[in-house]
């Protein structure tokens, strides 16, 4: 046996017993979260960053690999990180957010450990409480084919991972503020490309000395572009000067290739494209995301740009940016791009085929659920968003912690699966899902906002869209050969989407409007799905280091750290603690 494999059979045995497989490789990660000042938009605030990179280095693993990451909290404030699309089979535990997680607190650091199984694609991570996305704390996770399996097209020559989102000046504390208030966003101050501002393609729009993202590239040589929306709510265009883009992937999904002039991405959703750099290069070229469905003379300065630059560029970009689509009336032009969206059926993914040949057009549905989102309503005196009426109040007891703790009334089984006609009310309240049932989901918007809904331990197929309110005649519509399977969906306002999902992984399972301020205010719940038989094999235990919050609070030890700050030693809710900590301080002091 080689070294090589044989240092990968014995560590996992030592130190991480039963939780991953042992058979694969790991990767290490140590994740510093901490606030830095930096200046995107020519005005200097703070950022959440990683490592003091802003956005967080990529988390690069190949399928089946075991991902370690430490993350530490240097905030001021609880932290917890989503791992948004990573399927966390078995594994809800590791998923991050409040559902799921006690959240880490300040000083404290926490390690997760979760194996990226049967997983490849362009994927996320990104602070999951309190509005922090909209400081930054994110990063780009790339899960790369095994090498036995080949991709459905050439090898690329480079890699390049591009996080897109729209940007305040206001940092996540004054714009979780406004909301708390009832106050809107109001218009973004910009859009971000890898955390900078945009390059200056006009003098009275961009202000001068902003740094702008400069990305570098061969000429003749093919890329994949990975691009992530991470902003808070506003859909944006992707384009690239000149070039075209030809979709190959989407959160975890080869799809059939085609080239595209200009894409949409909203929130929370990844693509990777091929691009050639098949263009002279007489000049660099633009790189834009702009906001779509908005007015576009209100919202110019919400336009990020970036600059591909050639190694033999002979000068810089020049002139006016390459126009957005122009389909202010019209409607279906980006439904008709995101139908256009299909799964290359006969690609191999983290398997050899027939993985993709999934007959799920086959299948009978066992449940419906139509989750419709009205604009914001008052509960309480306060602007709330809701799925079927309800806001939802986060679990103060994770609701797997709490079942198998047996903690009562932690959380209520009782969510609608149709809205009903009555007062919109703030609830713990969340699905019980059938294990191994094949739901079918409709979300319906009556927003007046695009909505992105994302859920959390799963991929479904996207097999419909359609303006107007859906009803079951709109069945006849669906794809059912070659829908799209990914975790985030666009849902058009007046219009609905219809997703299939396969429920197949156990766990409590957050979906969510991934708009960020929409999911602040209330809009998501769980699916809680157990195997009744469950033999403690279906699921994965606690892990041993698994945080205590809420009813098992008194479970919880305290964590030590070596720090020279005192109040950063502990979480800080013992009294007594503290006089300790204090006279020992005291007795160095004598004795030094
Ligand atoms: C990612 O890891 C693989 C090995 O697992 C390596 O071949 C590749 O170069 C890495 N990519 C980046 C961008 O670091
Ligand atoms: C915190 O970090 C230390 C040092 O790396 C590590 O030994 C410990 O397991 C971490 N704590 C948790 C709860 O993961
Ligand atoms: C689909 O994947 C197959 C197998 O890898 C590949 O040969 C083919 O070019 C892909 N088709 C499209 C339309 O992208
Ligand atoms: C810059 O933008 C302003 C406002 O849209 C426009 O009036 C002006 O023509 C642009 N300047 C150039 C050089 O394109
Ligand atoms: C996409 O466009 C490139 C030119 O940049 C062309 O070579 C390629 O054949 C096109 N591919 C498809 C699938 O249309
Ligand atoms: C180079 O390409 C640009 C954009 O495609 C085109 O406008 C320009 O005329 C080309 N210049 C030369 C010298 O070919
Ligand atoms: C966009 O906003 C401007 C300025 O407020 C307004 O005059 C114009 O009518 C708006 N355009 C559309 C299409 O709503
Ligand atoms: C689906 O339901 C139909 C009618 O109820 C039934 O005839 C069929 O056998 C079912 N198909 C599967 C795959 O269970
Ligand atoms: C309204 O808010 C108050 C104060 O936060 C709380 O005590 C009360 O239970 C809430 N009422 C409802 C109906 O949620
Ligand atoms: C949850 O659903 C299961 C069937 O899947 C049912 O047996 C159980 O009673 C339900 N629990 C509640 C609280 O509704
Ligand atoms: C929301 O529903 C109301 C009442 O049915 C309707 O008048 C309105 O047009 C809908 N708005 C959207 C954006 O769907």
Wanted: proline content about 7%; hydrophobic content about 35%; overall charge neutral.
């Amino acid at each position: 046996m080689p070294l090589f494999s044989l240092f990968h059979l014995i560590f996992p045995i030592i130190f991480l017993p039963s939780l991953c497989s042992a058979a694969d490789p790991y990767v290490f990660y140590d994740f510093r979260l901490s606030y830095i000042t930096a200046s995107p938009l020519g005005v200097p605030q703070q950022v959440i960053a990683v490592n003091e990179q802003f956005p967080g280095p990529p988390i690069n693993a190949t399928t089946n690999y075991n991902v370690v990451v430490n993350v530490w909290n240097d905030l001021d404030e609880n932290l917890l990180l989503t791992w948004s699309g990573i399927q966390m089979r078995r594994n809800s535990w590791q998923d991050g957010v409040l559902g799921t997680n006690c959240p880490i607190p300040p000083k404290w650091n926490w390690t997760y450990q979760f194996q990226v199984k049967d997983q490849i694609g362009s994927f996320y991570y990104f602070p999951s409480l309190n509005f922090q996305r909209a400081s930054g704390g994110f990063g780009p996770i790339v899960i790369n084919n095994r090498e036995i399996i080949p991709i459905p097209f050439p090898e690329p020559d480079g890699e390049i991972s591009i996080m897109i989102g729209d940007w305040y000046t206001r940092n996540h504390k004054a714009l979780r503020a406004d909301l708390d208030a009832g106050k809107e966003l109001g218009i973004p101050d910009g859009v971000l490309i890898n955390g900078k501002g945009p390059y200056q393609y006009n003098t009275t729009l961009v202000p001068a000395g902003i740094q702008y993202e400069t990305i570098q590239v061969h000429p003749g040589k093919t890329y994949r572009v990975r691009v992530h929306n991470v902003g808070i709510s506003t859909s944006l265009n992707f384009r690239i000067q000149s070039h075209y883009m030809l979709l190959a992937e989407t959160e975890g999904h080869y799809t059939v290739m085609q080239n595209f002039t200009d894409f949409d991405i909203h929130v929370g959703q990844s693509y990777s494209f091929l691009v050639t750099m098949d263009q002279n290069a007489s000049t660099d070229y633009y790189i834009v995301a702009s906001a779509r469905f908005v007015n576009e003379s209100l919202w110019q300065k919400v336009t990020g740009v970036a600059i591909l630059h050639y190694s033999n560029s002979k000068g810089p970009a020049t002139g006016p940016l390459p126009d957005p689509p122009n389909d202010f009336y019209d409607k279906e032009r980006s439904m008709n791009q995101a139908r256009s969206v299909r799964q290359n059926v006969s690609a191999s993914g983290a398997r050899p085929n027939p993985q993709g040949s999934f007959h799920y057009g086959q299948i009978n549905v066992t449940r419906t659920y139509l989750l419709k989102s009205e604009p914001l309503v008052t509960i309480n005196k306060t602007a709330r968003a809701t799925f079927n009426g309800i806001s939802f109040v986060p679990p103060k007891t994770p609701i797997r912690l709490a079942d198998q703790h047996k903690v009562k009334g932690a959380y209520k089984l009782d969510f609608p699966d149709r809205p009903l006609n009555r007062t919109p009310k703030a609830d713990i309240s969340i699905i019980n899902a059938t294990y191994k049932g094949f739901i079918e989901v409709i979300f319906q918007n009556n927003d007046s906002i695009i909505h992105s809904i994302h859920m959390d331990g799963y991929s479904f197929f996207v097999v419909g869209m359609g303006y107007g309110d859906w009803s079951e005649d709109k069945r006849g519509s669906y794809n059912k050969w070659d829908a799209i399977t990914r975790c985030t969906t666009q849902v058009y306002p007046g219009a609905w989407t219809a997703v299939l999902i396969s429920l197949d992984n156990v766990g409590s399972w957050n979906l969510r409007a991934e708009n960020l301020d929409r999911w602040y205010l209330g809009q998501e719940t769980y699916l809680r799905i157990i195997n009744p038989e469950e033999n403690g094999k279906t699921e994965m235990a606690a892990p041993s280091n698994v945080l205590y919050c809420g009813a098992l609070q008194s479970l919880q030890k305290e964590q030590h750290h070596k720090s020279n700050n005192a109040k950063s030693i502990f979480k800080g809710h013992s009294k007594l603690f503290i006089a300790l900590l204090m006279a020992l301080l005291n007795l160095v002091s004598i004795f030094s």
